[in-house]
């Protein structure tokens, strides 16, 4: 298992200092992270590789996830999407929905934790039906360069509930009540995603794909959508 100390050629000694510090500041404590998967997309990658690194610290970290039918996470995903800045139809049938299947999670999850980390906009409602005996924090992993003002105004009262918000940058902050903190996003580079390829490996991922090794590339590597800005990689290539 990758320990701390395996990143040190990556972030240097001080900062593994800092940090081993920084959890032993931290004795006997729990907490929990929740989000909505525990397979596919960013933030499923991160909190795999994260909380195994916290458990490795000794600080007791545990993963949850919420469950609901298909139509409460195609309520979800148009949420996200929304606090990209997409339009909404937040109806109020929509939003029982989503407040109904939030609220079971919160029957079937016992979260008593010293901390608890809430990730992105799915189960952000969870923070209502808990008597918090620590702090509860929101981390929003979203571009909220200009989010529809329908979908923000609705879940505010929920946010504003919680004890710090992180954003990945400072140019997302928003009006808030709530304390709001800035961490950019972690690339690990013990993920098999991002593990560096033989020359052999290489040369046949080339070969594969029928891609030249005689021209000049741009490449960017993403699933495919309009969040991820295609567009903007085509501009940046006619440069």
Sequence with gaps: MITLEDYEQY???EAVERIGNKAAALPASTVAHVNSTYYGGGVSEMLDSLTLLMNSLDVKAEWRTIHGAPDFFSITKKMHNALQGKEINLSGRKKRIYERIIFENAVRNRLDHDFVVVHDPQPLALIRHYRKKGPWIWRCHVDMTRPNREIWDYIVPF?????????SIEEYRQKLKTPQVFYKPAIDPFSIKNRELSPEMITERLERYDIPVDLPLV????????????EGVIRAYRL
Excluded: C, L, N, T
């Excluded at 946010?159 to 954003?167: C, K, L, R, T």
């Excluded at 960017?220 to 991820?228: E, G, M, N, P």
């Design 219 to 230: 490449v960017q590597i993403s699933r495919f959508d309009r969040w991820k800005d295609p």
């Design 11 to 13: 972030i240097g000694p």
């Design 159 to 167: 946010v504003e509930e919680y004890d710090a918000v992180i954003f």
